[in-house]
């Protein structure tokens, strides 16, 4: 059967691996030189350093991609080393990616039922009022306990 993805396009980003540096968290655990470090492209296959990004942007197999409303977003990911090389301090490595994703959309709703929002009443500030009195403008207080008209029920 087939299988419909989230996404219209094929995969389109820009990866980098980033090499452990056998020291554990809170201090950093990969590390790479930024001038040296080439971002591989996903579609070409071509290598860009750090600034060439913005030529690779401008690619004319990446252009649909924003031209369709895809944002760049910053992905990260560890895995297991496919080749590790004798002075590697880990068998991890960092692939550090930008990706070129769909903006989130939310969907309509499907089931008919409300979203939580709009069910719970909302709070209404009422209006002030002013004090009524308690008693009666002929209200006499009372002096003597043999004067009240209720027994007391004991």
Known sequence: MYQKSN???PFCGLSVR???TGKQAPKYEFSAD???VKYTCSLTKRKFSLSQIND???LPEVKPYFQKGYILKYMAKTQEIQNPHQYDKG???LVFSLVMVKPYQPQPNVDGLKPVGQTIPQYKPQP???AQPSAPDN???VEKMS???DEIPF
């Open 7 to 9: 996404y219209d396009m």
């Open 147 to 149: 004067d009240m008209d």
């Open 34 to 36: 930024a001038s040296k």
């Open 18 to 20: 980033i090499k452990p």
């Open 139 to 141: 209200a006499m207080p």
């Open 128 to 130: 002030m009022t002013e």
């Open 56 to 58: 690779w942007y401008n």
């Open 91 to 93: 068998n991890t490595e």
